[in-house]
């Protein structure tokens, strides 16, 4: 069923464990994601960035794919589709396009700006009943064009963005989206520890949650994380497992061509790993 983020964040705040967030970039992507939510009782995100949205030719088709999917397929856990690393424009169209969730990256303008923008989006989400999630700090690496030079966030500029009513906040605390370079130094603890000192019982986000070992996850929820991205790992086991069916000439037998068949073995690949990463967050069965 599709809700806000709210109330299932603040469940994993309480509870000590962390909601996944996967982004979608298909129906192969969203059917997975949706089914596998279902079957381990999980609450999910369905997370979308702006260029996944404008590939799947816009944000009012993607609400409407994740709507009836979510209706069709009967599912029953608690759903939220939510903007990723969103525009201050891009906000407008999601909540217009009839997401329930909404994320206003204001990280790169100075901190003023950022406060006032996303002051304007908080009212706006909470009069309609969505979830708003804002940035301090960056997250490193780039995604979708969103690009991030990984400084860790000051704490007290976090405090005055969680002031302002969010209902999570990703602050920048050494994590790189996509892969982690070799010579990566590694969550800042120090710094997230002091951020949730500043925040309290405010719900944070981990961005990047690919490639971090599992005992830094397991940290930073002790710490405060309530919700955790996760794109790339998909996105390579998708590839892998395609190219696994390809290499082994399976698209030539028969009518191993036919785009359900071809695509099967990543849609597979794509439930196996999040459902690995729901058990490591701690969310299965949180949804009964």
Known sequence: MLVSATEMLKKAKAGHYAVGQFN???????KSILLTAEELKSPVILG????AGKYMTGFKTVAAMVKAMDEELNITVPVALHLDHGSYEGCYKCIKAGFTSIMFDGSHYPIEENIAKTQELVNVAHALGLSIEAEVGSIGGEEDGVIGRGE?????????VADLGVDMLAAGIGNIH????ENWEGLSFETLDAIQQKTGIMPLVLHGGTGIPEDMIKKAIDLGVSKINVNTECQLSFAAATREYVEAGKDLEGKG??????LAPGADAIKATVKEKMELFGSVGKAE
């Open 24 to 30: 979608i970039n298909n129906l192969e992507w969203t």
């Open 48 to 51: 979308v960035s702006e260029g």
């Open 152 to 160: 860790c966030a000051d704490p007290d500029e976090c405090k005055a």
């Open 178 to 181: 996509g892969k982690y370079p």
């Open 257 to 262: 061509f036919d785009p359900r068949k071809l």
